[in-house]
């Protein structure tokens, strides 16, 4: 019987990097929005509403484009950032000024596609490093299907005029 460890991302400072598996809810005041800093992902708008609710449990917390990132002291923790808090984000750092309303806003676990196995944190490589004499050319090959060829036998492809 195999025995199956399970890959585990870890930080720079030894946390366990994972993927959230609840929703995040927390509230914007217009405190928050005056307090905020643009173009700094440790101290905007969602982030000191964050802090302000769970700073207790939450070392650090940093905002990215789509994923936000929320430090505790023995793991990190992943979620998606929402559409509308996204483009009220990216309008922060460029003007200054919080298009939202506000109110009660909910971060999510992020979808399949940008999970950690599925977006390059754990999951096996489809490349290969072939060392020198495994297969004779000590070049890197490819483990993936093959995509089909778009030339096919007998056909030459004309340039158009």
Known sequence: MKKTTKKVLKDSEGRVVEDAVFPLNFTITPAHVRKALCKNPAQCVIAQAVRAKYGFQFEKILVGGSIIKVFMKDK??????????????????KTGLWDLPP???????????????????????????????????????????????????????????
């Open 76 to 93: 990190v923790l992943r979620f998606a950032t929402p559409r509308a808090l996204r483009k009220a984000l990216r309008q922060f750092d």
């Open 103 to 161: 109110g009660d806003y909910t971060l999510l676990p992020p979808s399949p596609s940008a999970r950690l196995i599925s977006c390059g944190g754990i999951r096996k490589s489809r490349w290969v490093n072939h060392r020198k004499g495994t297969d004779g050319t000590g070049r890197d090959g490819f483990r993936g299907h093959e995509l089909p060829s778009r030339w096919v036998e007998g056909l030459r492809h004309r340039k158009s005029a």
